[in-house]
């Protein structure tokens, strides 16, 4: 069927009905003085092989981790990828972001949102969860108003430094609701426990921590648990998937609510997302839940089948009225990351983190040795810490890159101390790159 424009009588109609006379007073909100009133200078016309050329030459102009040694991590990190994963999630019967809508017909989809649920519990001890939101982020956000909606209550505690990019993400999609965010942040950047104690009130619907924090530290997240639910709160984790490989699940220190970033978990870089987000609960706050879960049952004939076992008001009520409004799942990499956890295993997972682990405290303990340099703080961490640099933190994010480093991320904004670089090691460093790196790093003073 062609696309057929508009025409002036169908605009006509159109504008008659919603109560105004023309295109302009749909905009007239829209101050003038921001509107764009110049002509579109389009380039000429290229060819699809050279518009191809053009995008190539754009990509090129960035930095990328198979360019560079990558010490960047904030939540997303470089890891390697066993091949199986992008082969199975390229394969046609799988290639799909979404939850099927005549699911029963999609057993192989719906069997590996069942795997994918059942390897998120076992990882983080919990007893449900999802099959999958966006991103960490969004998944935060999720946890915030599925708490509310559980005790009616509107504040909430962020203690420890909490990733800024989450609480961006969580103001942005909370902004309609009457929602108060306190803070408890020591100068370490860890819990402020009487900062915390103080901010605790009947009004207190959740307090929320990050383990490890937004910093690489790892928080007392027992005492915090205490707190939390001594005032009647519920108690959220931002956890990271392979922490668990050498500190405790969420679900050990009674966790309410856990979300993590999947991105680890066999899901490239890819400057910035698409990623994936991981969202588990205890089994009383099932009917809460965000989002889709699958389930396993037998049939008529006593073959097991896999279903959507419960789905939240979505789509069928008011977005304000609804329980989420997700109306999906990110089925591909929900894939991605189930692929990934079968093919590495309980033991592979601690590999990973064990290696990230030493190699994490063989590069800080490299680093401190050199005049000018110290950790942030003095806390235990896992596989990511901040370092106060000496000179100015720009211009040697500047020439470690010129050198082929990715040499981590600037947070000075986010703990109000200058110079201070966030620094992430994977199990994908060698000893050479980061002993690389310290010599690097030794011409700064």
Same mark, same amino acid.
């Given at each position: 069927?062609? !696309? *057929?424009?508009?025409?002036?009588?169908? +605009?006509?109609?159109?504008?008659?009905?919603?109560?105004?006379?023309? !295109?302009?007073?749909?905009?007239?909100?829209?101050? #003038?003085?921001? +509107?764009?009133?110049?002509? @579109?200078?389009?380039?000429?016309?290229?060819?699809?092989?050279?518009?191809?050329?053009?995008?190539?030459?754009? #990509?090129? @102009?960035?930095?990328?981790?198979?360019?560079?040694?990558? %010490?960047?991590?904030?939540?997303?990190?470089?890891?390697?990828?066993?091949?199986?994963?992008?082969?199975?999630?390229?394969?046609?019967?799988?290639?799909?972001?979404?939850?099927?809508?005549?699911?029963?017909?999609?057993?192989?989809?719906?069997?590996?949102?069942?795997? !994918?649920?059942?390897?998120?519990?076992?990882?983080? $001890?919990?007893?449900?969860?999802?099959?999958?939101?966006?991103? $960490?982020?969004?998944?935060?956000?999720?946890?915030?108003? @599925?708490?509310?909606?559980?005790?009616?209550?509107?504040? %909430?505690?962020?203690?420890?430094?909490?990733?800024?990019?989450?609480?961006?993400?969580?103001?942005?999609?909370?902004?309609?609701?009457? !929602?108060?965010?306190?803070?408890?942040?020591?100068? =370490?950047?860890?819990?402020?426990?009487? /900062?915390?104690k103080s901010s605790l009130s009947d009004k207190t619907s959740a307090v929320i921590v990050q383990q490890p924090n937004f910093l690489g530290s790892i928080e007392d997240v027992?005492?915090?648990? /205490?707190?939390?639910?001594?005032?009647? #709160?519920? %108690?959220?984790?931002?956890?990271?998937?392979?922490? *668990? $490989? *050498?500190?405790?699940?969420?679900?050990?220190?009674?966790?309410?609510?856990?979300?993590?970033?999947?991105?680890?978990?066999?899901?490239?870089?890819?400057?910035?997302g698409p990623y994936l987000g991981i969202f588990a609960c205890k089994q009383e706050f099932v009917r809460k839940i965000p989002g889709r879960l699958a389930g396993v049952t037998?049939?008529?004939?006593?073959?097991?089948?896999?279903?959507?076992?419960?789905?939240? +008001?979505?789509?069928?009520?008011?977005?304000? /009225?609804?329980?989420?409004?997700?109306?999906?799942?990110?089925?591909?990499?929900?894939?991605?990351?189930?692929?990934?956890?079968?093919? @590495?295993?309980?033991?592979?997972?601690?590999?990973?983190?064990?290696?990230?682990?030493?190699?994490?405290?063989?590069?800080?303990?490299?680093?401190?040795?050199?005049?000018?340099?110290?950790? &942030?703080?003095?806390?235990?961490?896992?596989?990511?810490?901040?370092?106060?640099?000496?000179?100015?933190?720009?211009?040697?994010? =500047?020439?470690a890159n010129d050198s082929g480093f990715l040499a981590g991320i600037n947070v000075s904004k986010h703990v109000n101390r200058p110079n201070t670089l966030l620094i992430a090691?994977?199990?994908?460093?060698?000893?050479?790159?980061?002993?690389? &790196? *310290? =010599?690097?790093?030794?011409?700064?003073?």
């Open positions: 069927m062609p !696309f *057929v424009p508009a025409s002036d009588k169908d +605009r006509e109609y159109m504008l008659s009905k919603i109560g105004v006379q023309n !295109f302009e007073q749909l905009i007239e909100n829209i101050p #003038s003085e921001v +509107r764009y009133r110049g002509g @579109m200078d389009f380039p000429e016309q290229l060819s699809e092989y050279e518009v191809t050329r053009l995008m190539l030459s754009y #990509s090129n @102009m960035n930095n990328s981790a198979s360019s560079h040694i990558c %010490f960047m991590g904030g939540g997303a990190y470089e890891r390697y990828i066993p091949s199986i994963v992008g082969d199975t999630i390229n394969r046609a019967e799988f290639r799909t972001a979404y939850t099927p809508y005549q699911a029963e017909v999609s057993q192989g989809t719906l069997q590996a949102m069942y795997e !994918f649920q059942t390897m998120i519990c076992e990882l983080f $001890g919990m007893d449900v969860a999802n099959a999958s939101l966006y991103d $960490g982020g969004t998944a935060l956000a999720e946890a915030v108003l @599925m708490a509310s909606a559980i005790n009616r209550k509107t504040e %909430f505690v962020y203690v420890g430094t909490i990733n800024p990019n989450y609480k961006d993400v969580v103001k942005t999609i909370t902004q309609g609701r009457k !929602f108060t965010y306190l803070d408890a942040i020591a100068a =370490d950047g860890t819990t402020d426990f009487e /900062k915390l027992r005492e915090i648990e /205490k707190l939390a639910h001594a005032n009647g #709160s519920l %108690f959220i984790v931002a956890a990271d998937p392979f922490s *668990v $490989g *050498v500190i405790e699940a969420p679900g050990n220190y009674n966790a309410d609510i856990v979300i993590a970033e999947g991105q680890p978990l066999g899901i490239p870089l890819s400057y910035g037998t049939d008529l004939d006593g073959k097991r089948g896999f279903v959507l076992t419960l789905q939240t +008001r979505e789509q069928q009520i008011k977005r304000e /009225k609804a329980t989420s409004n997700i109306c999906t799942n990110q089925g591909l990499f929900m894939l991605a990351a189930t692929v990934y956890l079968e093919t @590495m295993g309980k033991s592979g997972v601690k590999e990973v983190a064990e290696q990230s682990f030493h190699k994490a405290h063989y590069l800080a303990d490299r680093i401190t040795e050199l005049d000018g340099y110290e950790l &942030f703080n003095n806390k235990p961490f896992v596989f990511e810490f901040a370092i106060s640099v000496p000179g100015d933190i720009v211009e040697i994010l =500047d020439q090691v994977t199990e994908t460093r060698t000893k050479k790159e980061m002993d690389d &790196f *310290v =010599d690097f790093l030794k011409q700064f003073k």
